[in-house]
């Protein structure tokens, strides 16, 4: 995988989340590009850059997106949605074997378990931060279910999201530099009878 194009993405993408998010946003249910980038690529490279890559895009939807606490003052804590997105990518990464890539509902479906992980993975982290510092939860004075169902509304929306992200990201795929490998085994079939 080449790692310019890659960065380029993550920016790009988290500029748009940043800038136009308001286009994908219906009532307090928030789409974003950045969890189709990671699964993109969680489903495409090699395994073994897959969790990083999804760490380093979760330490800039930490640095560009900061939690709004119930008084409406910004906090930046890089590193809830670093272990989140690398959760998320350990989910998607079993499913490489399991979805046909070219069809766009299974990259869909992919991006909304994704999703789904990363918000359970951020709730869990938040609340676990609310305990160790004494300090509110970012959804106060919301229950924490509620903020559950908002999250997974939001995986959903990012799942819709998905489709033309994902016809845009297919159509790039070659400067990517993705290693394809192709496993050959022997058998009655290739010896040309």
């Given amino acids: 995988m080449h790692w310019s ?6 920016l790009l993408a988290s500029a748009l989340d940043a800038g136009l998010g308001g286009l994908f946003e219906v009532g307090s249910l928030r789409a974003e590009i950045l969890p189709s980038i990671v699964v993109f690529v969680a489903l495409s ?3 073994k850059i897959v969790v990083r890559a999804a760490m380093l895009v979760g330490l800039v939807a930490d640095l ?13 804590v890089p590193g809830p949605r670093v272990l989140a997105f690398a959760l ?3 989910a998607v990464i079993p499913l490489r074997g399991l979805l046909y890539r070219q069809n766009p509902l299974s990259n869909s479906a992919a991006v909304a378990i994704f999703s789904a992980f990363t918000a359970l993975a ?21 229950t924490g279910t509620s ?16 489709l033309p ?23 009655v079939a290739r010896e040309g009878l």
Avoid: C, N, Y
Avoid at 5 to 10: G, L, N, S
Avoid at 165 to 187: D, H, N, Q, S, Y
């Fill in 5 to 10: 194009v890659f960065i380029i993405a993550v």
């Fill in 45 to 47: 490279a090699p395994k």
């Fill in 64 to 76: 560009f997106a900061p939690v709004i606490l119930g008084d409406g003052t910004p906090l930046v």
């Fill in 88 to 90: 998320g990518a350990a």
């Fill in 122 to 142: 951020w709730i869990v982290m938040s609340i676990l931060r609310s305990v160790v510092t004494g300090g509110d939860v970012p959804w106060w004075p919301a």
């Fill in 147 to 162: 903020e559950l169902v908002v999250q997974f509304l939001g995986a959903l929306g990012d799942a819709v999201l998905a």
């Fill in 165 to 187: 992200v994902f016809w845009v990201l297919t159509r790039t795929k070659p400067i990517w530099g993705f290693e394809t490998k192709t496993r050959l085994t022997p058998g």
